[in-house]
């Protein structure tokens, strides 16, 4: 009897990919066209390395449905987003074949740290190379946005900006690359204070802002200017100028879906005082901001040399569980079998 898993053995269309995590700075909240994901605004983010969503992608013209198998077990909602996702590419392709896809995170899914963001960079990345499709980063970028907005930016190392587009169809839509993560290697410490899944996720939670919080106008007008000044900031290395406009983006979003009906609340009592931690050491002159996206854990960015001072002080926060330290990292690539299975 072969023991070897069929995908292996069929290899033929079968690929292997790994993306990271990215985490915005300046912040993507909205959506222009939903079904699309296109955003109402631009958006910029770093890629992170210690985190990682690793995917294989096995197209076997013989199978009757995709079988999907997340962190080693099957999930219906998931396994649907994944079979819409890998339509795309199969539409792309000129196939009906269905495939086996098989994908684990390093990291827990859905605590707000960007799984979606990974995994369908992963997911198209894999899927691109096992279809031979030779798709440009760009495409995949287009495509990757079309299953999670966010994971438009993973296909890219470093900093990445996501331009929201003006065509109706999102093919202006994409990211793109704007430094490299070695020519301004900053460290993040990531304060986990709960594994919970989030209450309101993403999409819902911009669909109920957009349609009720009086602050979405102010949202979309202001964005421009803080997009500009963040690359700015980015292509001068100024961390300075960086922190400030962060924190400025994520409170200013935290405070248009507080004002959504009902409000939007992400932090749990941690998070404030990370928050307060992180600013309070800023005042004491250590090079260190912090970013919250749509749940509780709280991200702080700082110069290398600070990292273990600003982990040290999240620690010691009552209700921090744990403190994850990652640098950034590159963008989507392929994996070889022995990296795969490493
Ligand atoms: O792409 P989604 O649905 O994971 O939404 C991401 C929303 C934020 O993380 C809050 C902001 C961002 O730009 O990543």
Request: charged share 20%; hydrophobic share 45%.
């Amino acid at each position: 009897m072969n023991s070897e898993p069929r995908a292996v053995v069929l290899g033929e269309h079968c690929a292997m990919a790994q993306a990271q995590p990215n985490i915005a700075l300046i912040k993507y909240w909205g959506k222009r066209d939903a079904a699309l994901n296109l955003p109402v605004v631009g958006s910029i983010s770093i890629t992170l390395d210690a985190l990682w969503t690793r995917t294989r992608v096995a197209f076997e013209p013989g199978l009757e449905q995709d079988r999907v198998s997340l962190n080693g077990r099957s999930d219906a909602a998931e396994a649907k987003r994944v079979s819409a996702c890998l339509d795309l590419l199969r539409q792309r392709a000129g196939v009906n074949w269905r495939a086996a896809v098989d994908s684990r995170n390093n990291f827990p899914t859905a605590a707000g740290l960007a799984s979606s963001a990974s995994g369908f960079a992963a997911l198209i990345h894999a899927g691109d190379s096992a279809l031979r499709l030779n798709l440009s980063d760009a495409e995949k970028s287009v495509l990757a946005r079309r299953c999670s907005g966010s994971a438009a930016r993973s296909v890219f190392g470093g900093y990445v900006e996501w331009a929201h587009g003006k065509l109706a169809d999102g093919t202006d839509s994409v990211a793109s690359p704007l430094l490299e993560a070695d020519a301004w290697p900053l460290r993040v410490a990531v304060a986990i204070t709960s594994t919970a899944a989030k209450e309101v996720g993403s999409s819902e939670g911009m669909r109920r802002t957009a349609q009720t919080s009086p602050f979405q106008s102010a949202w979309i007008e202001t964005q421009e200017a803080d997009l500009a000044t963040a690359r700015a900031a980015i292509l001068a290395r100024d961390f300075a100028a960086l922190a400030a406009i962060s924190e400025y983006s994520c409170l200013k979003m935290h405070a248009l879906a507080l004002a959504a009906q009902p409000g939007l609340l992400y932090w749990n009592g941690a998070s404030v005082e990370c928050m307060r931690r992180v600013r309070a050491l800023r005042g004491q002159g250590v090079p260190v901001f912090f970013t919250v996206d749509a749940g509780p854990q709280v991200k702080a960015i700082c110069e290398p040399q600070a990292v273990e001072q600003v982990k040290a002080a999240l620690r010691d926060i009552p209700g921090v569980l744990d403190v994850v330290e990652t640098g950034l990292g590159a963008g989507a690539r392929n994996l070889t079998e022995a990296e795969y299975t490493a």
